[in-house]
T-cell receptor, first 115, second 113 residues
Framework: GENVEQHPSTLSVQEGDSAVIKCTYS??????FPWYKQELGKRPQLIID?????GEKKDQRIAVTLNKTAKHFSLHITETQPEDSAVYFC??????????????FGTGTRLTIIP | DVKVTQSSRYLVKRTGEKVFLECVQD?????MFWYRQDPGLGLRLIYF???????EKGDIPEGYSVSREKKERFSLILESASTNQTSMYLC????????????FGEGSRLTVL
C-alpha cells in the first residue's frame, strides 16, 4: 500500500518568514495530494490540494509543489502569521482494492509561528 | 456547510466492553471514513465505505468493525475494547466527485481503562 513520509515533525518560524513542509510518497499510481490543517482542539480542514497533472498550485500565501518523478510534494507558506500555527498533514490518494481512491496521511508537522 | 457529527466527544470504557461510535453527515456524501489519530502517527485509516452496506478495510482494521445501514450514518464498533484502542477517532465524509476532499467530524476521544 501507499506510504507517506512527512518532515519535519516540528517547525518553528519567526512571524513573517516562510515555512516549508515536505512529503514523499511510495505509490507511483497516486494522483491526488491534499494538505490539511488542524488547529488545536479542532478538526482537520483541507487548505489546498494538487493533482498529478499539475506541478504547482498557489492560493494567496500558500502553495504546493509536486515532483512526480521524485515522488515528493511540498507545502510553502509565505509571510507567516500567528494564525498559521497548527498541525499540518499531507496526504496521497491512490486506488483502493475497489478502484476507488483512499487517502494515506503523513504523520503531521506541528508549525509554531513565533511573534 | 457540510456537517459531520460524531455522537460522543468523550468516552471512558473498561477493557472488554463493546463500544459504538456513531457518525452522521448531512451532505448526501457517498463516501465515509473512520480514522484514528495518535501523536506522532498521524491519521490512520481504519475502515471506509463508498456506498450503503459496503465497507472496505483500511490500514489498521484489526479489532474494529463498521456498519453502514443508511447513507448518512457510519458506525465504528469495538467488539471488545482494549487499552491500546485509547485514541482520538475521527469520522469523515467526501463526495464521489471529489473523493479526496474529506470533511471531518470533531472527533471522539476514547479512553479504555
Amino acid at each position: 500500500g501507499e506510504n507517506v513520509e512527512q518532515h519535519p515533525s516540528t517547525l518553528s518560524v519567526q512571524e513573517g518568514d516562510s515555512a516549508v513542509i515536505k512529503c514523499t510518497y511510495s505509490d507511483s499510481a497516486s494522483n491526488y495530494f491534499p494538505w490539511y490543517k488542524q488547529e488545536l482542539g479542532k478538526r482537520p480542514q483541507l487548505i489546498i490540494d494538487i493533482r498529478s497533472n499539475v506541478g504547482e498550485k498557489k492560493d494567496q500565501r500558500i502553495a504546493v509543489t509536486l515532483n512526480k518523478t521524485a515522488k515528493h510534494f511540498s507545502l510553502h507558506i509565505t509571510e507567516t502569521q500567528p494564525e498559521d500555527s497548527a498541525v499540518y498533514f499531507c496526504a496521497a490518494s491512490g486506488p483502493s482494492n475497489f478502484g476507488n481512491e483512499k487517502l494515506t496521511f503523513g504523520t503531521g508537522t506541528r508549525l509554531t509561528i513565533i511573534p | 456547510d457540510v456537517k459531520v457529527t460524531q455522537s460522543s466527544r468523550y468516552l471512558v470504557k473498561r477493557t472488554g466492553e463493546k463500544v459504538f461510535l456513531e457518525c452522521v453527515q448531512d451532505m448526501d456524501h457517498e463516501n465515509m471514513f473512520w480514522y484514528r489519530q495518535d501523536p506522532g502517527l498521524g491519521l490512520r485509516l481504519i475502515y471506509f465505505s463508498y456506498d450503503v452496506k459496503m465497507k472496505e478495510k483500511g490500514d489498521i482494521p484489526e479489532g474494529y468493525s463498521v456498519s453502514r445501514e443508511k447513507k448518512e450514518r457510519f458506525s465504528l464498533i469495538l467488539e471488545s475494547a482494549s487499552t491500546n484502542q485509547t485514541s482520538m477517532y475521527l469520522c469523515a465524509s467526501s463526495p464521489t466527485i471529489r473523493p479526496g476532499q474529506l470533511f471531518f467530524g470533531e472527533g471522539s476521544r476514547l479512553t479504555v481503562l
